[in-house]
């Protein structure tokens, strides 16, 4: 028996997801191929997944442990955002306790192309000391959990783009919100930066084609861009595409 635990939340683990249910799970149902999906949480409505889906967190190394072996999971796919640091170090550490093998499928990281203005930090309150302390209209493309460190600059005007919309105000005293969900097109980004008289965008370098229109779009109107680098992690395999999970999955390669 082959069990697959699809740690998710990013495009590629919906591809890789769709994949496994039309194939590798499909095809071998007698010799038993399983997986499951497992999202955060954090995301009040998760695209829908054709494989069975877990929603929630582990409750730390151990937790996360218990239910390997519990489960009798046998490999770990981990295709979370690269910015969910504290999921894939509990990964590493979980899969190698409960002796599940383990690799990661990572989008490469975004690199900067002539005609951008980028300012590589190395984390949130980087980037906010990056920003002026008045006067800039901040396009804020870093998801709703680290906003509130923006507030020590409550001189600035913050726009922000969330999946969800939030369910308490934000601590930020100017900001403006809309809601919804890429991939988005970079005309359009364009023009929302337009409308919104945007001066500075900061992003995540999450890489990969879904959220990139934002920094096509800064390049094209000459806006500075503040890139908050990802995260260091232990080290583990990484994986670029599905062919290549695939492969590891039935031959270990």
């Not at 999202?39 to 967190?57: D, E, F, K, N």
């Not at 709703?144 to 934000?170: G, S």
């Not at 403006?176 to 900061?202: C, E, K, Y």
Request: proline residues 7%; hydrophobic residues 50%.
């Amino acid at each position: 028996m082959t069990k697959l635990l699809l740690l998710g939340g990013t495009t590629e683990a919906s591809g890789l997801a769709a994949h496994l249910a039309e194939t590798w799970v499909a095809e071998d149902p007698v010799a038993g191929r399983q997986a499951v999906f497992s999202y955060a949480g954090r995301t009040a409505r998760p695209a829908q997944q054709p494989l069975p889906c877990r929603v929630g967190g582990f409750g730390g190394v151990a937790g996360l442990v218990d239910y390997l072996r519990r489960e009798g999971i046998t490999h770990v796919v981990d295709a979370t955002h690269p910015f969910a640091a504290q999921m894939s170090r509990n990964a590493v550490l979980a899969a190698a306790e409960a002796g599940a093998d383990l690799v990661a499928y990572e989008r490469p990281a975004w690199g900067a192309q002539p005609g951008d203005s980028w300012s590589h930090v190395a984390d949130i309150d980087a980037a906010v000391a990056a920003l002026p302390d008045a006067g800039a209209r901040v396009f804020l493309a870093i998801g709703k959990q680290h906003v509130a460190a923006f507030a020590t600059k409550p001189d600035n005007h913050y726009l922000l783009r969330l999946v969800d919309a939030p369910e308490a105000p934000l601590a930020l005293p100017d900001a403006s919100v809309i809601v919804a969900r890429g991939p988005f097109a970079a005309a359009d980004d364009a023009a929302l930066m337009r409308q919104h008289n945007i001066t500075h965008v900061v992003a995540k370098n999450a890489g990969g084609s879904g959220a990139e229109a934002k920094l096509i779009a800064a390049r094209s109107l000459g806006l500075p861009v503040v890139m908050i680098e990802r995260p260091a992690l232990p080290a583990r395999r990484v994986l670029g595409s599905v062919p290549e999970v695939m492969r590891w999955l039935d031959h270990g390669a």
